[in-house]
Structures are given as structure tokens and as C-alpha cells.
């Protein structure tokens, strides 16, 4: 009898679950041409306090459907305690035809559900010549020439000449004459960039701090190791850039190729423990940390892992 009740209270949690936490997908247009955009939304619907596990999507969506930008999360406060997470991806491609957007999944307190899957129709851009206003391409024009620019622009060059010589002129007389006292200091010793990030992330695994709820400061410590090696290693101002504008630099750092794509999931996962409230799964946060190690063992300097072999 016992038994019975509860497999019977056990179902009827499973049936208000099941009302409270829902997901949904939606185009914004079921049809674009070459090169146009779209707006994909995944949505799911929530008790504030209930856990859901969400899809990451990558660049590519599927094959010839690219993923152009993620627009930031944004949270909805619906009735009852619950809440709507919407996840905007804008999206194109560059090739005709017609294709299909799988479904996603999403897992919360032991269940899962699955969106709907889309379809997207691109087509070409038709021209006739006979009917379409099609004129061609005119060829370049040269600038016209005027003296009154030249004078001035000489004019220019003249005074920033005599401005120049006048300071070196009070440098030399004033200023370099003067003996400038000896200071001897002996360099410090730099530290590679990679053996930094290494050793924080060293000390980030010991502390295992996501394992105690601070999740939205574990992903904010890797995430702060990898933009402070970007700038060392490569030149990339990281720490003032948002993850968006990161990969952009990224994408132009050919020492960055192969791990540019598991360095824009960690980012894209991070921006939405951050700012979504994400809670990830376990194994997704000890597969981040191992993806930072990953990204600067594979992008530290060649002599050094020659060394090191």
C-alpha cells in the first residue's frame, strides 16, 4: 500500500514538472536569401529554483548554416515562481536550399525534453538584365587636382617642422645637457605568460571551488587566466574586451587555429553561468577546466615545448 502511494505522489510530481518546465524553438523567418539573417530562439520556461542543463551551440549549427552572433540571455518573470530563458542566436548561410535545424535538448531534475525541429529555406538573389535596372560598374574617378591644397597641406608640413626643431633644439641646450645620475638595477627575472596561466590554473583545480556552490566564480578565475595569457602570449587586450569581440582578434591569431573553437564554447559557457545563471553539469565544469589547460598547452611558444619533449 505504501508502495502505491508513493509511486503514485512520485507520478504526480513527474505531471507538475513536466506543466512547469517547458522548452521551446522558433525562427523569427522561415525563409532568407544568400547572405541575409535570421533569429533563432531557444526558449524554456522554469521554476526559479529548478536546475535545467541547456544545449551549447558551436559556430555551425548544421551544414551550411552558420551562427553569425549570441545575443545576450534574456530572463522573463512569468507567474506562479517561474521564469522564461530566451537564447537568441542570429544565424545565415551562404548557400541555397533548404534546411533542416535539429532539436535540442535540455535535462532538469532527471527529465529532458526536446525541441521542435526547424526548417529554413535560402534562395538566390534572381536578376534579369532585359527587365532589372542593371547598369555596370563605373569605372574609378580621379580626385581633381588644386594648387590651394597643395600650398596648404606644405603650409602643414612647414610649421609641424619648425615645431619639431624648436623642441629637439630646447632638448639638446636644456634638458640632455644635464648629466643624468647612473641608476643600476639589475632586470627581474619575466616569467612566461603560459607558466602564469599554468600555475593558476594549478591552484584553481586544488581549490575545487565549484564544487562548493561558487560556480560563477570558478568560471569567472579560468576565464580571467585565459584573457590575461591572451594579452602576454598574443597582444590581445582580453581583459577589456567582451567574449564576442575576443574571437574576433582570435580568429586573426593563426597561433590560436586550433583551439579556437573549444576557446569560444568555455567563453560562451562562462557568459551564461555569468549572466544567464546558468547551472552547468558536474562533468561540464571539470570539462572546462581541462579545456583551459588544453588552450595554453597547445598555444605556449614552440621552443618551450620542444624543451619540455
Not at 183 to 192: C, G, R, Y
Request: with cysteine; aromatic share 10%; glycine share 4%.
Amino acid at each position: 500500500m505504501k508502495l502505491r502511494i508513493f509511486i503514485l505522489l512520485f507520478s504526480m510530481v513527474q505531471v507538475v514538472l513536466a506543466q512547469q518546465f517547458t522548452v521551446s524553438s522558433q525562427l523569427d523567418s522561415a525563409s532568407i536569401q544568400i547572405g541575409e539573417q535570421a533569429r533563432l530562439r531557444l526558449s524554456v520556461a522554469q521554476p526559479t529554483n529548478l536546475q535545467v542543463s541547456i544545449p551549447i551551440l558551436s559556430d555551425t549549427i548544421t551544414k551550411g548554416i552558420e551562427i553569425v552572433e549570441m545575443v545576450k540571455a534574456d530572463t522573463i518573470s512569468l507567474s506562479d515562481s517561474r521564469i522564461q530563458v530566451n537564447y537568441d542566436y542570429l544565424i545565415t548561410s551562404f548557400d541555397s536550399g533548404f534546411y533542416f535545424i535539429p532539436s535540442y535538448t535540455y535535462a532538469a531534475a532527471g527529465d529532458t525534453l526536446q525541441t521542435a525541429p526547424l526548417g529554413l529555406s535560402v534562395t538566390t538573389v534572381t536578376v534579369n538584365p532585359e527587365t532589372d535596372d542593371v547598369k555596370a560598374i563605373k569605372p574609378i574617378m580621379d580626385a581633381p587636382f588644386y594648387w590651394s591644397e597643395l600650398f596648404t597641406w606644405v603650409g602643414y608640413f612647414l610649421l609641424a617642422f619648425l615645431v619639431v626643431s624648436l623642441i629637439i633644439f630646447v632638448l639638446l641646450k636644456y634638458v640632455f645637457k644635464k648629466k643624468v645620475p647612473f641608476i643600476d638595477q639589475t632586470p627581474q627575472p619575466v616569467i612566461p605568460p603560459h607558466i602564469v596561466a599554468l600555475e593558476k590554473l594549478e591552484e584553481i583545480k586544488v581549490q575545487k571551488i565549484w564544487q562548493c556552490g561558487d560556480i560563477k566564480v570558478f568560471y569567472t578565475q579560468v576565464t580571467d587566466v585565459l584573457r590575461v595569457y591572451l594579452e602576454g602570449r598574443f597582444g590581445i587586450n582580453a581583459m577589456e574586451l567582451t567574449s564576442d569581440e575576443i574571437m574576433a582578434l582570435v580568429k586573426k591569431e593563426p597561433g590560436l587555429n586550433e583551439v579556437r573553437a573549444a576557446l569560444k564554447d568555455l567563453l560562451t559557457l562562462a557568459d551564461l553561468v555569468k549572466f544567464a545563471k546558468m547551472v552547468p553539469l558536474e562533468n561540464e565544469n571539470e570539462r572546462s577546466l581541462l579545456t583551459a589547460f588544453d588552450v595554453v598547452d597547445k598555444t605556449k611558444p614552440i621552443e618551450e615545448s620542444q624543451v619540455e619533449s
